[in-house]
């Protein structure tokens, strides 16, 4: 009888091999039978630090002492209040609210909401949400609605809202996504939602930052309520704390996840602006904002948090971030036959010859030769990405080159 467990992203019908890991410490995982990989992908994008990096192990532990979890509608602990101040300090500085919930896809739920909630407790209907193409915010329905349409999504079409998308800002046809956002803000947009400078799923699409402020400065000439999903973007992936810092971009609201532990144990928040919670500050209760999830704001998951943030204020994390980021420029300048090279800080990607689309049968074959030469790999299509954890070392990095460099 085979594993119970159902996989995501993963066609149980092909019979790919399951690697049963049994342990991780900084780049590399290690296998119940004794074999390793170098995490390339740093676990999905979540791993920032390294895997079990000591001090955030050591956080969950002391907290896992005193407090596990607690209802968080109308109660609080520690460990939230001060992850929320620190977030509010090192934030763009009109972020001044926080809410807490689970996973990206949940904080583009929250995200959405707010902005929906903004609208129409200020009384005007707008309700359109403004997307770029090939963007990805998430798997629950609001999150696939905002995101780019195909294959991922086509069963579930007809519950998808109706969205207004503008092209993708490509070198030298910015204008287009331009003219089309100032069309969709000009006729009432409630909010524009858009990952800042990388286009992650929808395959590690690079754009400038004076694109991003462009964006920014059309939305705020309408007030649209300009949302940055930086749920993979943040926490150093782009070469700095936030992809917006880039393009002095301060969003209305942002989204956080993934690397907001370090990448060890899942936890979200949803940042706002004053306007977007004073909205609905009101005596009137039908006005709060209406959402929750049960783990909200968990105490392990915050103390986590706060080690990561702690992490950032104590160690050289900028100088290892622009390190990596040179090092993977470096190797991927090096490939041969390849197309479209690119890189945003530690993130580097590039296309191979064979086939469009995310379900190009190159994808599965990259990553079967991959993972039999030790290193996790997970091509979109045919695009092929490095993004590991900032600890990574030369030999490692090495390594996950010459796998590419030998499909
Ligand atoms: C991964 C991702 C999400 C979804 O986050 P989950 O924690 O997987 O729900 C949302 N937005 C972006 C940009 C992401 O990369």
Same mark, same amino acid.
């Given at each position: 009888?085979?594993?119970?467990?159902?996989?995501?992203?993963?066609?149980?019908?092909?019979?790919? *091999?399951?690697?049963?890991?049994?342990?991780? +410490?900084?780049?590399?995982?290690?296998?119940?039978?004794?074999?390793? @990989?170098?995490?390339?992908?740093?676990?999905? @994008?979540?791993?920032?630090?390294?895997?079990?990096?000591?001090?955030?192990?050591?956080?969950?532990?002391?907290?896992?002492?005193?407090?596990?979890?607690?209802?968080?509608?109308?109660?609080?602990?520690?460990?939230?209040?001060?992850? /929320?101040?620190?977030? #509010?300090?090192? =934030?763009?500085?009109?972020?001044?609210?926080?809410?807490?919930?689970?996973?990206?896809?949940?904080?583009?739920?929250?995200?959405?909401?707010?902005?929906?909630?903004?609208?129409?407790?200020?009384?005007?209907?707008?309700?359109?949400?403004?997307? =770029?193409?090939?963007?990805?915010?998430?798997?629950?329905?609001?999150? =696939?609605?905002?995101?780019? &349409?195909?294959?991922?999504?086509? *069963?579930?079409?007809?519950?998808?809202?109706?969205?207004?998308?503008?092209?993708?800002?490509?070198?030298?046809?910015?204008?287009?996504?331009?003219?089309?956002?100032?069309?969709?803000?000009?006729?009432?947009?409630? /909010?524009?939602? #858009?990952?800042?400078?990388?286009?992650?799923?929808?395959?590690?699409? #690079?754009?400038?930052?004076?694109?991003?402020?462009?964006?920014?400065?059309?939305? /705020?000439?309408?007030?649209?309520?300009?949302?940055?999903? +930086?749920?993979?973007?943040?926490?150093?992936?782009?070469?700095?704390?936030?992809? %917006?810092?880039?393009?002095?971009?301060?969003?209305?609201?942002?989204?956080?996840?993934?690397?907001?532990?370090?990448?060890?144990? *899942?936890?979200?928040?949803?940042?706002?602006?004053? *306007?977007?919670?004073?909205?609905?500050?009101?005596?009137?209760?039908?006005?709060?904002?209406?959402?929750?999830?049960?783990?909200?704001?968990?105490?392990?998951? %915050?103390?986590?948090?706060?080690?990561?943030?702690?992490?950032? &204020?104590?160690?050289? $994390?900028?100088?290892?971030?622009?390190?990596?980021?040179?090092?993977?420029?470096?190797?991927?300048?090096?490939?041969?036959?390849?197309?479209?090279? &690119?890189?945003?800080?530690?993130?580097?990607? %590039?296309?191979?010859?064979?086939? +469009?689309?995310?379900?190009?049968?190159?994808?599965? &074959?990259?990553?079967?030769?991959?993972? +039999?030469?030790? $290193?996790?790999?997970?091509?979109?299509?045919?695009?092929?990405?490095?993004?590991?954890?900032? %600890?990574?070392?030369?030999?490692?990095?090495?390594?996950?080159?010459? $796998?590419?460099?030998?499909?």
């Amino acid at each position: 009888m085979s594993s119970p467990v159902w996989h995501p992203f993963t066609q149980h019908g092909l019979g790919e *091999p399951i690697p049963l890991i049994a342990g991780a +410490e900084g780049a590399m995982l290690h296998g119940a039978d004794g074999r390793s @990989w170098i995490d390339a992908i740093s676990s999905w @994008w979540v791993t920032t630090h390294g895997h079990c990096h000591p001090k955030i192990m050591a956080a969950i532990a002391e907290q896992a002492q005193r407090l596990d979890q607690l209802i968080f509608a109308g109660w609080t602990h520690q460990p939230a209040e001060d992850l /929320a101040a620190e977030l #509010v300090r090192i =934030m763009p500085e009109n972020l001044t609210r926080v809410f807490f919930s689970d996973s990206g896809s949940t904080s583009v739920e929250v995200a959405l909401k707010m902005a929906l909630g903004y609208w129409a407790h200020r009384g005007e209907a707008r309700h359109k949400i403004v997307v =770029m193409e090939h963007s990805y915010h998430g798997d629950t329905i609001g999150a =696939m609605s905002v995101g780019q &349409r195909g294959v991922f999504n086509a *069963p579930y079409a007809p519950l998808l809202f109706d969205v207004v998308p503008v092209p993708f800002p490509a070198p030298g046809r910015e204008q287009a996504t331009y003219d089309a956002l100032h069309t969709a803000c000009r006729t009432g947009a409630a /909010a524009f939602i #858009v990952e800042p400078l990388v286009l992650g799923a929808g395959g590690m699409l #690079v754009y400038s930052p004076s694109v991003l402020k462009q964006m920014r400065e059309i939305c /705020a000439a309408h007030g649209v309520l300009f949302i940055a999903d +930086e749920v993979m973007t943040a926490w150093g992936r782009t070469g700095t704390l936030l992809a %917006c810092e880039q393009a002095g971009v301060s969003p209305d609201i942002l989204c956080l996840s993934k690397g907001l532990t370090g990448g060890a144990i *899942p936890l979200a928040v949803t940042m706002a602006s004053e *306007p977007v919670y004073a909205a609905h500050l009101s005596h009137d209760r039908a006005k709060m904002f209406f959402h929750s999830s049960s783990y909200t704001a968990n105490p392990l998951a %915050c103390a986590a948090a706060n080690a990561n943030l702690a992490i950032w &204020r104590e160690e050289p $994390v900028p100088a290892r971030i622009a390190m990596l980021a040179q090092r993977q420029k470096a190797r991927l300048n090096a490939l041969k036959n390849i197309d479209n090279p &690119r890189t945003c800080g530690t993130i580097a990607a %590039c296309d191979l010859p064979g086939g +469009e689309g995310y379900l190009a049968s190159i994808a599965p &074959r990259l990553m079967a030769h991959a993972r +039999e030469a030790g $290193v996790l790999l997970r091509p979109l299509g045919n695009t092929v990405y490095v993004m590991p954890p900032y %600890c990574i070392d030369d030999e490692a990095l090495d390594r996950v080159y010459a $796998v590419i460099a030998s499909i």
